[in-house]
């Protein structure tokens, strides 16, 4: 495993494709996609040419047989030129890790290759209205009939159902054994009968639309269960294994929220630095007083050194080191989200007027950079799993 600190030349070259490509789309591209109320179609199709978006997938399933540090520094240099595709959280790093890892052959074969050459999105549905950040809570449920699955439940906050072929649902079953009702989860099609969506008006400037998902006797084959459809199944996959499946996919998340929120924040800090060395009101650029200059410095700083978290969680995931990652992944996506909102806060603030202008696009960053300190997960929430899970502290609930 190469070093988590200095990156590969392999990396390096990776980084600097991507942000070729990225260039050539930039913010008013995405700018424009938001105001039209369009996708990024253009983008995510040329990203899927060039093998960026299953880069993490494997190569005997089309993909590019990298792993998250890959696919993470793609959404990252994306993001730093003002265009990141929020889908690449979910369909490969979730969805396509969990199905990769867990799933039957059949799913694979049938899944993987369209994820990875990009001519298939998966959502992901684990959110619930009355769950908040308790997974225990989780009431959507999926019982048995005969050899189908019939699914009941809610969703909220899911990304980008509308433009994704299936939706993988977070649901929970009865064990047969202790009665308890254990995770499992299951690839919905997106026109199932009694699968319905309702998009969520939002105040954020984002391509992708947020859904309530309603799961009304949502009736399924037994090969709907991610990794088979029998209580005899292997550790790897099927009604045994739907914790770890799901922890195979939150870790990636987190991670890949993470590369979103340093793309975010090195974009708003190039904006402001550009700025900063160019506009003059006194003798001299506005960037050579340090009370300008500093908090760029710093902002610059807490990327770093939040990209840096975000490199070892990812190398630690790619390893199988599944126990670390954990913890890593959670405090890289805890430090970027700080970084993030300091470095678009500062940058607004370093242009002044201009920074709430249209004609900057920096004010709309506001409300996007708090979603990385939001979701997947709230800061508080990553608190409590560092103060229970490292520092071995009780627990409040």
């Not at 009865?174 to 319905?196: H, Q, S, Y």
Request: charged share 20%; net charge negative.
């Amino acid at each position: 495993m190469s070093s988590p600190v200095i990156e590969t030349e392999e990396h390096r070259a990776l980084r600097a494709s991507v942000a070729a490509l990225a260039r050539r789309y930039g913010r008013e591209y995405f700018a424009a996609v938001v105001a039209e109320g369009r996708h990024t179609d253009d983008l995510w199709t040329e990203a899927a040419k060039l093998g960026y978006l299953g880069v993490n997938l494997p190569a005997e399933y089309g993909g590019g047989g990298g792993g998250i540090v890959e696919l993470s520094l793609v959404l990252e240099e994306l993001g730093a030129a003002g265009c990141p595709l929020l889908m690449l959280v979910v369909s490969p790093a979730i969805c396509g890790t969990v199905i990769a890892r867990f799933g039957t052959e059949a799913q694979k074969r049938a899944w993987l290759p369209g994820l990875a050459d990009g001519s298939r999105k998966m959502a992901f549905g684990i959110t619930e209205p009355d769950a908040g950040s308790n997974s225990h809570r989780i009431t959507t449920t999926a019982r048995k009939d005969g050899g189908d699955w019939v699914l009941n439940g809610r969703k909220v906050f899911i990304s980008g159902v509308d433009i994704a072929d299936a939706t993988l649902i977070v649901g929970r079953t009865e064990d047969a054994r202790t009665g308890r009702l254990k995770p499992c989860l299951f690839i919905v099609e997106r026109d199932t009968p009694g699968f319905g969506r309702h998009p969520i008006a939002m105040e954020l400037a984002a391509p992708e639309k947020q859904f309530e998902l309603t799961l009304d006797d949502v009736r399924l084959p037994a090969d709907a269960l991610v990794g088979g459809g029998t209580s005899h199944a292997s550790s790897s996959g099927g009604e045994d294994a739907g914790l770890l499946q799901l922890f195979a996919g939150l870790n990636p998340e987190r991670v890949m929220t993470a590369a979103f929120a340093l793309g975010m924040g090195r974009y708003a800090l190039d904006r402001a630095v550009a700025y900063a060395r160019t506009r003059q009101v006194w003798k001299e650029p506005i960037g050579a007083h340090q009370a300008v200059a500093h908090p760029l410095a710093q902002a610059h700083i807490e990327l770093e050194l939040a990209r840096l978290m975000t490199q070892k969680a990812a190398h630690l995931y790619d390893a199988g080191d599944d126990l670390a990652a954990g913890e890593a992944a959670n405090m890289a996506k805890y430090a970027a989200a700080e970084a993030a909102v300091h470095a678009v806060d500062q940058a607004v603030h370093t242009l002044g007027g201009n920074g709430l202008t249209k004609e900057y696009g920096l004010a709309s960053l506001i409300t996007a950079a708090r979603v990385a300190r939001i979701a997947p997960v709230s800061r508080e929430m990553i608190l409590n799993f560092v103060s229970h899970q490292t520092l071995g502290l009780p627990k409040s609930y």
